[in-house]
């Protein structure tokens, strides 16, 4: 039985569908998920409309009412069951990962895996640096293309903080990947870290071999500032 919390939200998220949206929503996102056609702005002023009058959802229950939105057909759904998840973030206990691992793994596209990389897990990592070596292997080792960009993902926000020979261990590890979106997760990872240390960026790029996405997309900033 759904939380009369979600059956709330999403009666109201419902009542405010846009038909005339929704089909290019779909398209944008190769027809993976229906949508109801709100538009981000107009979503995220909504559920803070909503959240204004009945508050969000805390521990257990937050986590309940995410699972249940998530599960929900259309995907406005699951960008307002990833809103909940990050209020819930300073708080979570240390076991959470496994409760963000499972929303990676769950109707995955790039749309939420990316948001959960590094706003969710990110964040979390952070807080429980004790779970990184043993989540970031299992992750890369795994056979899930969505777990392994996580895994090059997840420090995307660390700038100094960025455990530089982990990201490049992760990377090596999965240079020879056929996956675009692994190689674009690469240059993408490269890319930030260049607005720290450009000169660690180019250095490594010089002597690994990369794909050619991956390195136009490593290399963009420096290249950008080079003109």
């Given amino acids: 039985m759904a939380s009369p919390y979600t059956d709330k939200l999403e009666a109201w998220l419902r009542a405010h569908r846009n038909t005339a949206n929704a089909s290019s929503m779909e398209a944008y996102m190769k027809n993976h998920f229906p949508f109801l056609g709100i538009r981000n702005p107009e979503r995220v002023a909504l559920t803070k409309q909503f ?85 970031v292997d299992k992750w890369l080792a795994s056979d899930h293309m969505w777990l392994q960009r996580t895994a090059i993902l997840f420090q995307l926000k660390y700038k100094q903080q960025t455990d530089v020979p982990l990201l490049f261990s992760c990377i090596r590890r999965m240079a020879d990947s056929k996956e675009f979106f692994i190689r674009k997760a690469i240059g993408w990872a490269l890319r930030e870290y260049s607005k720290t240390d450009p000169a660690e960026v180019q250095s490594f790029v010089a002597s690994t071999e990369l794909s050619p996405l991956s390195m136009r997309e490593a290399l963009k900033v420096i290249h950008r500032k080079e003109k």
């Fill in 51 to 135: 959240t204004k009058e009945h508050g969000f959802p805390q521990g257990e229950e937050g986590v309940k009412v995410a699972k249940e939105l998530w599960e929900l057909p259309e995907r406005e759904f699951a960008y307002t069951a990833l809103l909940i998840l990050a209020q819930l973030r300073k708080t979570a206990d240390r076991e959470h990962i496994d409760v963000l691992e499972h929303f990676v793994v769950t109707k995955s596209w790039w749309d939420t895996v990316d948001m959960i990389a590094d706003h969710l897990i990110g964040f979390h990592l952070q807080r429980f640096p004790e779970l990184i070596p043993s989540y």
